[in-house]
Each structure stands twice: as C-alpha cells, then as structure tokens.
C-alpha cells in the first residue's frame, strides 16, 4: 500500500518525515546520551569499584577531554571530505555501530591485573576511544544531517525537539536504573565489577541496534 502523501508545511516546503523517521532518528541520541551518563558514573566506578585514587581517574577525565576538543575538529573535517556515495554523514553511523558496543563494555572492563602506568594507560585510552573517537564520529555527522534530512524548518525543529525529549528520558533513565540494576546483577545484592560490565553490555547492545536503525532509516 502506498504511503499517504505528506504534503507541505505552511511555508509551503514539502514534508520528507514521517513518525516513524523521527522515532528512528533518535537512535543516535540514545547512543550519545548513553556514553555521556555513562561516563558521568565512571568516576566512582574508578574509585570505588576498581580502586584508582581519585585524584588519578580525575586527572584521567580530564586529559581524555582535552584530546576530545581536538578530535572534534578533525572529525568535522574528515567528514567534509567523505565520498561514500551513501553520503557525508550516515556512513558515520554504521560505521561507529559496533565501535560504540566495544567502547562502551570496555570503560567498565578494566582487567584486574592492571596496576600503576599500565593501569592508568587503559583508564586513559578506553576514555579516549569512547568520548574522543567514537561519541565524535557519532555526534559531527549527527548534528550535521539535522539539515540534511529535510528542507523543512518546521521537520527540522521537530526533529530537535523529539532529540531533546529522547536525550533527557534515556539520560535520565541511565541515572536512575545504574545504581538498582548493578546491586540486583552483583554479587549479594551489592554492584561489583561484573555487574557493571552487564549493564554495560546492555547499554551497548542497545546503542549499536540503534545506529543500524539509523543508518538504515535516515537519508541525505
């Protein structure tokens, strides 16, 4: 059966979103909101769960930050110079689909024979890969195809605004479920290690379905 036509908004542009678009759009916030809150529990998950003073996994935060601001302008570089014939911005969410699953299981992996440098080399470089590469080849394209979808500034703030709704529920629900979801997957009713790294893998799970949903649904 065909689609029933959308028509126009009422600058007359015509309409290319449909509810299902939007939905499916929101995947990649998901994704970005995830690896925020998750790394927004990270610290005490460092000092308290793993054992890194908290000086050390603060000064690894805020290192892993500052590689961040750099990689943000590269990506946008790199982006401007794609020639996928899919596009400039959607390869990006295929492509970083896995990547984030990994990124995501591995800040809470870290192995426990891990001690001094080696340890805090691992803390550093699974943050790196998760907010500096992954998140930022996710974010870039993301925020870019915003205004790549649709001509239509009425789809576009719409968009914004089901972006804004998703990004505050899944922040929000990451907040609230971390902390009762380990304690009822560790050990005796209380979060260890393995229970975070199941929460982890969930999470993970969940953000790469997403980016396949995104790329498979979203258009330049």
């Known amino acids: ?95 970083m689909a896995i990547p984030a699953f990994v990124a995501i299981v591995a800040l809470f992996t870290v192995p426990a024979g891990l001690t001094g440098f080696a340890q805090v080399a691992y803390l550093f470089l699974s943050n790196v890969f998760l907010t500096a590469i992954v998140s930022t080849a996710i974010m870039i394209p993301y925020s870019a195809i915003l205004v790549m979808r649709t001509k239509s500034l009425e789809e576009r703030n719409k968009m914004g605004i089901f972006r804004a709704a998703a990004g505050y529920v899944i922040g929000m629900v990451i907040a609230i479920a971390l ?12 979060a260890d290690q393995a229970a975070y790294i199941k929460f982890a893998v969930v999470v993970g799970a969940l953000s790469m379905i997403f980016l396949f949903i995104l790329y498979k649904t979203s258009k330049e």
């Open 179 to 190: 902390v009762p979801l380990t304690n009822m997957l560790g050990s005796n009713g209380v």
């Open 1 to 95: 059966m065909a689609k029933k036509p959308l028509g126009t908004d009422s600058m007359g542009i015509q309409k290319t979103m449909r509810i299902g678009d939007y939905l499916a759009d929101c995947g990649g916030q998901f994704a970005l909101n995830a690896m925020t809150g998750l790394v927004s529990a990270v610290l005490y998950f460092y000092t308290e769960k793993v054992g890194v003073a908290a000086a050390t996994a603060a000064n690894v935060l805020l290192a892993a930050k500052i590689v961040d601001a750099f990689t943000d302008l590269i990506m946008g570089k790199i982006m401007d110079n794609g020639k996928s014939p899919k596009g400039k911005c959607r390869p990006w969410f295929l492509r």
